[in-house]
């Protein structure tokens, strides 16, 4: 089994700043990507931002420059830093991993998912 826990989603003024964080556990050996995806009411979920285990980013154009992402030494943990917020970044926010468990299966793991709005 494997566990992904998001926290630091909430309700920001447009302008300003959130962290999410993303821990995985579990039966993992070892994990290749990490990454946030968004979904917003009516709209398809899109990838936001990932990083590699060699520590690679990529981001969506819509966020270059305002969001960045990193993973801490260990490797398990996400972070999603987030700043300039805008109305367009409301969502719910989820958290995935691309796993490789004790039984050798690559396996892409999801969080729950944790609501972000930006909104005056």
């Known amino acids: 089994q494997v566990q992904l826990v998001e926290s630091g989603g909430g309700l920001v003024q447009p302008g300003e700043s959130l962290r999410l964080s993303c821990a995985a556990s579990g039966s993992i050996i070892s994990i290749n990507v990490m990454g946030w995806h968004r979904q917003a009411p009516g709209k398809q979920r899109e990838l936001v931002a990932q990083?590699?285990?060699?520590?690679?980013?990529d981001y969506t154009d819509s966020v270059k420059g305002r969001f960045t992402i990193s993973r801490d030494s260990a490797g398990n943990t996400v972070y999603l830093q987030m700043n300039s917020l805008k109305p367009e970044d409301t969502a719910v926010y989820y958290c995935?991993?691309?796993?490789?468990?004790?039984?050798?299966?690559?396996?892409?793991?999801w969080g729950h998912g944790t609501q972000v709005t930006v909104s005056s």
């Open positions: 990083v590699t285990r060699g520590g690679s980013t």
């Open positions: 995935n991993a691309q796993v490789v468990t004790t039984f050798g299966i690559r396996h892409s793991a």
